[in-house]
């Protein structure tokens, strides 16, 4: 028996690379999976992924998080097919890439990106808790997908580090408010994921990556789901406002190998 029988789970941007690992690690363990994406045809493709990985039995909708109408649409549908939701990951993001560097980037794109990781982080939270958390014998656990970017930043991505950095902030938050009511808010922070965007680097530089990361090689998107669902699990019960780092030890040294001799 695993250990999300019979728990209902959303999970947001679960469509697509580390999103879909987590979907699968949750419908192994037993879990009812609800997911999103972005827009139709990503949602769309992200079940033929599932699908060829032998899952069945989840439900997809497409949800912009940032858009509080089609986040409600997304809650009526875990309400008439499910009655009640158990856990929460908040997945979704946009990864503001190709916005350019801070002197010339639009100050728009900040909001843009906050939009969707921020904003929509939040309403998707206090949606989960006013609908059902809040209403049911057993509240519910909530999951942040953060970055190692949040406390060591990189270069050329203002908007994105900055609302890591905002959603660290606010999973602390939200966890001292919530903690009395018995909702749990933690979150788990990644470094170097390998997803499709890696196939197109050249060998070079992946190989410069791995040689930032102590243990030598970035995280599998199952390395991830493995925390998240830690996280959303009775083992980790007596945890709340924590930001649990997966980066293959880039966070804990102060420069790479071949520079701190």
């Given amino acids: 028996m695993g250990r999300f029988e019979n728990k209902v789970v959303l999970v947001t941007g679960g469509n697509r690379n580390t999103g879909l690992d987590i979907v699968e ?43 509080i109408a089609e986040v409600t649409a997304l809650f009526d549908l875990i309400e008439r097919e499910a009655g009640r939701l158990d856990i929460l990951v908040n997945n979704a993001a946009d990864q503001g890439i190709g916005l350019g560097g ?23 939270t206090q949606t989960a808790c006013n609908r059902f958390f809040m209403k049911q014998g057993t509240r519910g656990v909530v999951v942040f997908l953060s970055s190692n970017t949040a406390m060591r930043a990189i270069r050329g991505r203002t908007a994105y580090c900055a609302s890591k950095g905002a959603i660290n902030s606010m999973v602390r938050a939200l966890a001292l408010d919530l903690a009395p009511i018995g909702i749990r808010v933690n ?28 243990l030598r090689r970035e995280a599998k998107g199952s390395d ?38």
Avoid at 26 to 47: H, N, P
Avoid at 201 to 211: I, Q, W
Avoid at 227 to 256: K, R, W, Y
Wanted: with cysteine.
């Fill in 187 to 214: 979150a788990c922070a990644p470094g170097y994921i390998y997803t499709e965007r890696w196939d197109a680097l050249d060998e070079s530089v992946k190989a410069r990556r791995r040689l930032n990361c102590p």
């Fill in 25 to 67: 690690k949750f419908m192994r363990e037993g879990a009812r999976v609800f997911l999103c994406g972005s827009s139709s045809a990503s949602t769309a493709a992200g079940v033929e992924k599932l699908r060829a990985r032998g899952l069945d039995g989840f439900t997809a909708q497409a949800c912009d998080v940032g858009n």
């Fill in 102 to 124: 801070p002197l010339e980037m639009d100050p728009e794109s900040i909001l843009k990106v906050m939009n969707t990781n921020v904003k929509g982080g939040f309403q998707v």
């Fill in 224 to 261: 991830i789901a493995n925390v998240v669902a830690f996280l959303a699990s009775e083992e980790s019960g007596n945890m709340t406002g924590e930001i649990v780092t997966c980066d293959a030890g880039c966070s804990c040294q102060h420069m790479p190998e071949d520079v701190d001799r």
